[in-house]
């Protein structure tokens, strides 16, 4: 018997990280080859043509597991039902604007987009925020409940400033439970991977559990002290195989912070690419489990772990299992690791009073 | 002592048991040894079909969920940087069957030992621009490729061209590249087909999976013929006819081919870009289906080397139903063509036959 359709929210749908996303969703990269999906795009009316034509897209590709799809520029339209939400949409920061205009566009978006996702998804919407330099905050709502007996909706935001973001949208949608309200550090996590397994010319699928504190920004703090690569004989620290803690502790740690505006400076567009396809890897090891053994990073909201101030949406280690995910605790911080912590937790915590500021 | 000599008959067993537990889960564990990857070759990798193809292969979608791939990547060298800006981000998407990555504006490392060649790089046609130059542009084109190919690729490579006019390229491609089996160069029509799938299940209220057989016959342009005659509609009460179903044979015989013969313009006008996100999306199952198999009692549409199947001069790259196995195609024989469908079939050859002649123009 095939499974109930869940509805997957996906905002700044016209944009490129959209495009890339929503065959990703349709082709069951997100949720699993045998979960049908629905698809809702939200996007600004100014791409509402554009944004038809990905629908017509979808359409022509015939996905065997897409259920269905709804394009529109209505908010209240597209959060309807929703169970999981991919927010990608939000206000790109542009060229002699203060970062305070940027915070307080975006704060107006995400608040508006939350009471929409209160009022209206499915009781169980899971959302994520994921920065996207590209329109106006969509709501993306993902509800990852695969069971009958789902309870909570799912919201991931992708859309810069992400973390932020994700704590307006946490504030104004207070019915939505805080802990289903995360922000993408996935992309920085696989692209720490990425940089390990290259550097070890090794296949990044046996390099496991580097960690991304903080923010999604050029403070994230990309640590290694735990993380460990599969060899013939057994699983290795990967400080120990690198052998190179000078590398480790200063121009790996920038590369990952930086590599952003690498890929901006190389393809003369941001990642679109790698970021739908770790905003599909956050929302499948969310609903469906990490793997024995293995942790990945999420943007989630802070209860005091690890002495980082409760309240902020930061970026732990975190094991996912029933739909649920937890912070890897215990896990042991020397002096180097907790200096960055708390500088990632300072700028949060500045963002957050800005944010604040914006809205008063 | 006696109850030593009891419990030593129960012990033997669970010994026994035990070894032999152990013996099967070696056994499992060594049978489960992960595959051989297959090598994609992408030309145009930098492009937008290219981009959203890249992770589509990296993720499995063309050849399987445990299927690895090593992706090699082929650009002009004006698009060096941005090819390496997507060989960076395929590295930090961390896909974990991607096992290598080749980004080369060199044709020759680029078709090294690929096993799957797709050919999205192309000489696009632009404003003011007669056909007659498109065509010799990338007939050059694919005659250079066609040369590397068949010296550096793996001797059996399947190759699918999708860069316009992709049936007269696949066609060079075979002229120039006479040590690949003919059987083993295509072209696509699939985006059509599912094209043409998405219209009826639209037009029906039913899912794009319930509709199939749809045929797209002849040349992946303006003038293919997009045929229901033969598609069914999966309902409760077993496969039924289309146009029995639809029950608007004008329409069919209209609007709905001339919406799939212009979807692309439709597509550029709304996106203001052609469509990717579609085609990748067909390739994947073009070649998904060739090396993996029809599902039973469906067909799909390739552009195969004509063999004179249906009245259709062979020698042409022309859009057939298709089933496939073991890695192979054969065209659906015995179908009933109607005049309506004669007439258009015979149309779209005759304009691959001009093409043909265009093409070799070109090359004196």
């Not at chain 1, 060899?231 to 000078?246: H, I, N, Y």
């Not at chain 1, 970026?315 to 605790?329: A, D, L, R, Y």
């Not at chain 2, 997009?226 to 069919?252: F, I, M, Y």
Request: aromatic share 6%; glycine share 6%.
């Amino acid at each position: 018997m095939s499974k109930e359709a869940i509805r997957v929210l996906v905002t700044g749908a016209a944009g490129q990280i959209g495009y890339a996303l929503v065959p990703m969703v349709a082709r069951g990269i997100m949720l699993g080859p045998d979960q049908p999906v629905i698809l809702h795009m939200l996007d600004i009316p100014p791409a509402a043509e554009a944004l038809n034509g990905v629908k017509m897209e979808l359409v022509d590709a015939a996905f065997p597991i897409l259920k269905g799809v709804v394009a529109t520029t209505d908010v209240v339209e597209a959060c309807t039902g929703v169970n999981v939400a991919v927010m990608v949409g939000g206000f790109p920061r542009k060229e002699g604007m203060e970062r305070k205009d940027v915070m307080s566009k975006n704060v107006s978006i995400y608040k508006a987009q939350a009471s929409a996702l209160e009022k209206h998804a499915a009781p169980n919407c899971k959302v994520t925020t994921h920065q996207l330099h590209g329109f106006l905050l969509r709501f993306i709502c993902l509800i990852g409940s695969n069971s009958y007996f789902a309870i909570r909706s799912q919201v991931v935001v992708v859309a810069n400033p992400a973390n932020t973001n994700a704590l307006i949208l946490k504030e104004y949608a207070p019915s939505i439970p805080e802990k289903n309200i995360t922000c993408l550090t996935r992309l920085d996590h696989n692209r720490a991977l990425g940089q390990i397994s290259e550097r070890l010319k090794l296949q990044v699928s046996d390099v496991k559990n580097v960690i991304i504190w903080g923010n999604h920004s050029s403070t994230q703090y990309p640590d290694v002290n735990h993380a460990t690569v599969k060899t013939s004989s057994g699983e290795k620290p990967v400080r120990q195989l690198v052998a190179d803690d000078t590398w480790l502790n200063s121009e790996f740690i920038t590369t990952v912070q930086q590599r952003g505006a690498a890929i901006i400076k190389a393809r003369k567009f941001s990642s679109a690419l790698s970021a739908a396809s770790s905003a599909c890897d956050h929302i499948r090891n969310w609903v469906l489990g990490t793997p024995e053994g293995t942790w990945v990073s999420m943007g989630v909201y802070s209860d005091g772990s690890y002495n980082v101030p409760k309240g902020l949406i930061y970026s732990f280690p975190v094991t996912c299992k029933n739909g649920e995910w937890s912070i890897v605790q215990g896990l042991s911080i020397d002096e180097f690791s907790r200096k960055k912590l708390d500088l990632t937790a300072q700028e949060l915590s500045e963002e957050k009073t800005l944010a604040y500021s914006c809205l008063s | 002592m006696d109850y030593l000599a009891l419990m030593e008959k129960p012990l033997v067993v669970l010994g026994c048991v035990y070894l032999s537990w152990k013996i099967i889960r070696n056994i499992w564990s060594f049978a489960n040894i992960e595959k051989e990857p297959i090598t994609v070759l992408v030309t145009g990798a930098a492009g937008q079909i290219g981009y959203a193809l890249v992770p589509m292969i990296a993720k499995g979608a063309m050849l399987g969920p445990d299927q690895p791939v090593i992706i090699h990547m082929l650009d002009i060298e004006p698009a060096a940087e941005a090819l390496n800006g997507v060989k960076m981000e395929l590295i930090d998407a961390a896909f974990p069957l991607l096992k290598g990555i080749v980004a080369t504006t060199d044709v020759v490392e680029a078709c090294k030992d690929v096993d799957i060649a797709v050919m999205v790089g192309g000489f696009p046609r632009k404003e003011g621009m007669e056909r007659k130059d498109v065509m010799a542009k990338n007939v050059s084109i694919y005659k250079v490729q066609a040369s590397a190919l068949e010296e550096h690729a793996s001797p059996d490579c399947k190759v699918l061209v999708i860069a316009n006019p992709a049936n007269t390229n696949a066609l060079i491609l075979k002229e120039f590249a006479p040590s690949i089996p003919h059987k083993n160069i295509t072209c696509l029509t699939r985006l059509d087909h599912n094209r043409a799938l998405g219209q009826i299940s639209e037009k029906l209220y039913v899912h794009v999976s319930d509709v199939k057989n749809v045929i797209i016959w002849g040349n992946h342009s303006s003038s293919q013929y997009p045929d229901v005659n033969h598609a069914t509609v999966s309902t409760c009460n077993g496969q039924k006819s289309v146009r029995e179903l639809v029950g608007d044979d004008k329409w069919l015989n209209t609007e709905f081919i001339t919406t799939v013969q212009q979807r692309g313009a439709a597509i550029i006008k709304a996106r203001k870009l052609s469509s990717a996100l579609s085609a990748a999306s067909s390739a994947c199952d073009h070649i998904r289906d060739w090396v993996l198999g029809t599902p039973k009692g469906t067909w799909v549409s390739m552009g195969v080397y004509s063999d004179g199947s249906y009245g259709i001069s062979p020698g042409l790259i022309y859009s057939f139903p298709v089933t496939c196995e073991k890695g192979e195609w054969s065209i659906v024989q015995g179908l009933k063509i109607d005049e309506f469908s004669r007439e258009k079939m015979d149309s779209t050859a005759k304009e691959l036959i001009e093409e043909k002649s265009l093409a070799y123009s070109c090359l004196n």
